[in-house]
C-alpha cells in the first residue's frame, strides 16, 4: 500500500491526474457558505483546498474528472431535496481556479444539472459523460476535453440513482446500464446504439488499454468480459460473493477498471 492521507470529513469522487502528480477530491463537509475540493500533490503530499461559495442550489461537493486539456470538471449537491439545480463547475489546475461552466447543457440550461451528477470520462481524458441522478427522465450528456465544448444532451427515461456508465480508452463509445434495462453500447458524442448485453444487470468499465467492456452479471456472480468490437463473450471471472442488481454511486456495485489496464476493482455489498 502507498502513502495514506487523511483530508477530514468524508469524501465524495475522485480523480488522479492522468501523470499520477495529483488527485482531485470532493469534500463532502461544506460549511454555511463555501464548499471544497481538495488536491492532493502525491510527490509531496501537500493538500491545496479548492474552495468554491455555495450558491443558493447548491450545497457539498460531489464528483470531479480531470481532462487531458489541464481543466477538471465537478459537481456539486444540492442544498434542497426537490428544486435545487446545482452548476457545472472548472477547475484550471495550473492556478487551481473554480469558475462555473454557464455553457453545460443540463437539465434546466444555464450549466445547472440534476442534484448528484455522476461524470465518468475516458482514460485519456478526453471525454466525460455525466448521468443526472435526481431527475426523471435521466438527462446525461458528453463533454470534449479536445474542444473544451459540450455535446449533445439526451435522456435515458428513468431515474438514474443506480445506473453504472462508463467512457471508453478514446472516448467514442458509452457503455450504459439502469434499472431492469439490459447493459448497451453507445457512440459518444451522439449516442448512437450500437449493442447491448443480455443478462448483464450491475455495473460496467472500459478496459484502459484494450477494447474490451467489463460487466456484471448479478444472476451468476461474475465478472463478464466482452469485445467492443466483436461483442463476443472473452471470459468470466467469479465474484466470490452475491451482487445485487444496480449499481450505487460511490457504493456497492461500482466496477472500476485502472487506464493501464493491469486492474480491475467491483465494490460488493459485504
Do not use: C
Not at 453504472?164 to 458524442?189: M, Y
Amino acid at each position: 500500500f502507498g502513502t495514506s492521507y487523511n483530508l477530514g470529513g468524508s469524501l465524495n469522487g475522485l480523480d488522479i491526474a492522468l501523470d499520477n502528480s495529483f488527485l482531485l477530491v470532493a469534500q463532502n463537509t461544506s460549511t454555511a457558505t463555501e464548499g471544497t475540493f481538495h488536491k492532493v500533490d502525491l510527490t509531496t503530499g501537500t493538500v491545496t483546498d479548492i474552495k468554491y461559495t455555495r450558491n443558493s442550489d447548491e450545497d457539498a461537493a460531489w464528483d470531479v474528472a480531470i481532462g487531458s486539456n489541464g481543466l477538471a470538471l465537478v459537481t456539486t449537491q444540492s442544498s434542497s431535496t426537490t428544486n435545487g439545480r446545482p452548476p457545472v463547475r472548472q477547475i484550471d489546475l495550473t492556478t487551481n481556479l473554480i469558475s462555473i461552466r454557464s455553457d453545460a447543457p443540463g437539465s434546466v440550461g444555464g450549466g445547472k444539472v440534476a442534484d448528484k451528477t455522476h461524470i465518468h470520462a475516458s482514460a485519456d481524458g478526453s471525454r466525460f459523460f455525466f448521468v443526472e441522478g435526481n431527475y426523471s427522465n435521466g438527462p446525461v450528456f458528453t463533454y470534449s476535453a479536445t474542444t473544451n465544448s459540450f455535446g449533445p444532451s439526451g435522456q435515458t427515461g428513468n431515474f438514474t440513482f443506480n445506473a453504472s456508465s462508463a467512457v471508453n480508452r478514446n472516448g467514442n463509445l458509452i457503455a450504459f446500464q439502469n434499472q431492469t434495462n439490459p447493459a448497451s453500447l453507445n457512440t459518444a458524442p451522439d449516442f448512437n446504439y450500437v449493442h447491448s448485453f443480455d443478462g448483464i444487470d450491475g455495473g460496467v468499465a472500459f478496459d484502459g488499454s484494450a477494447d474490451i467492456l467489463y460487466t456484471v452479471n448479478t444472476s451468476t456472480d461474475q465478472i463478464v468480459a466482452y469485445s467492443t468490437q466483436t461483442f463476443v463473450e472473452l471470459f468470466r471471472l467469479a465474484i466470490g460473493e452475491p451482487m445485487s442488481t444496480g449499481s450505487t454511486q460511490f457504493g456497492s456495485g461500482v466496477l472500476v477498471a485502472g487506464p493501464d489496464g493491469h486492474w480491475l476493482a467491483l465494490e460488493t455489498p459485504l
